[in-house]
């Protein structure tokens, strides 16, 4: 059973930067691949960005590459989304995931057993 929690979510003009922190917790932090995914209501869940934490190979989905980076700091469990140049078009509510696995196999939210409950990012134009 893996816990995770995100925060730092806000709002924040076109252009600008946030931040969002994902806490794991309830299992070995190591083989984990962790997930961010973001949801507009009435669409389907996107997959932004993963890491996995043994060996921190990363992937991105093709709307954030060269704007976000996703990262992780093994010794607090914690997994980072930094978000640059933001446009109005992500804003969304962000969602952090997990699975224990050997690798991460796909930015898809059926690979992932274990979310947080959320939190929101807007940026206004």
């Known amino acids: 059973q893996v816990e995770v929690a995100e925060s730092g979510g806000g709002s924040v003009q076109a252009g600008g930067s946030l931040r969002l922190s994902c806490a794991a917790s309830?299992?070995?932090?190591?083989?984990?691949?962790m997930g961010w995914f973001r949801q507009v209501v009435g669409n389907e869940r996107e997959g932004v960005a993963m890491?996995?934490?043994?060996?921190?190979?990363?992937s991105y989905g093709d709307s954030v590459k060269g704007r976000f980076a996703i990262s992780q700091d093994n010794a607090k469990r914690i997994t980072y989304l930094q978000m640059n140049s933001l446009k109005p078009e992500d804003t969304a509510k962000y969602y952090c995931?997990?699975?224990?696995?050997?690798?991460?196999?796909?930015?898809?939210?059926?690979?992932?057993?274990?979310w947080g409950p959320g939190t929101q990012v807007t940026v206004s134009a």
């Open positions: 890491i996995y934490t043994t060996d921190n190979t990363t």
């Open positions: 309830g299992y070995r932090y190591n083989g984990l691949c």
């Open positions: 995931a997990a699975v224990p696995s050997g690798a991460c196999f796909g930015l898809t939210p059926n690979q992932f057993n274990y």
